[in-house]
């Protein structure tokens, strides 16, 4: 398992931008694939972005595809998500995660390792 952290999380006006941080301990990161996921209250936890173990593959949610890019830097054992243009219902805790599989996957349930969570909250 691989101990992951989340930072960059906050209150920004609509139309704002952040970049949440992941950071890695334990195993090795750069042999997971890392993924943020999102939960707003009295929803289900929603795929965000995924991206490969080299960083060259990538797959984003609908609802954030082209406003949203993630990112990793594995010698700082580091993911990112920038997140730009956001929108009111874009206010949610972001989760960080990671598995050890190659391939690319949206399903929560494949990640074996996860963050405590960062609070966004984007006001209108």
């Known amino acids: 398992q691989v101990l992951l952290v989340e930072s960059g999380g906050g209150l920004v006006q609509a139309g704002g931008s952040l970049r949440l941080s992941c950071a890695a301990s334990g195993r090795t990161f750069s042999t997971y694939t890392m993924g943020w996921f999102r939960q707003a209250p009295g929803k289900e936890r929603e795929f965000v972005a995924t991206i490969s173990w080299s960083g060259i593959s990538t797959l984003y949610g609908d609802s954030v595809k082209g406003r949203f890019t993630i990112s990793r830097d594995n010698a700082k054992n580091t993911g990112y998500l920038q997140m730009n243009s956001l929108k009111p219902e874009d206010t949610a805790v972001y989760y960080c995660?990671?598995?050890?599989?190659?391939?690319?996957?949206?399903?929560?349930?494949?990640?074996?390792?996860w963050g405590q969570g960062t609070q966004v909250t984007v006001s209108s």
């Open positions: 995660a990671a598995h050890r599989r190659t391939i690319l996957t949206t399903l929560a349930a494949d990640f074996g390792s």
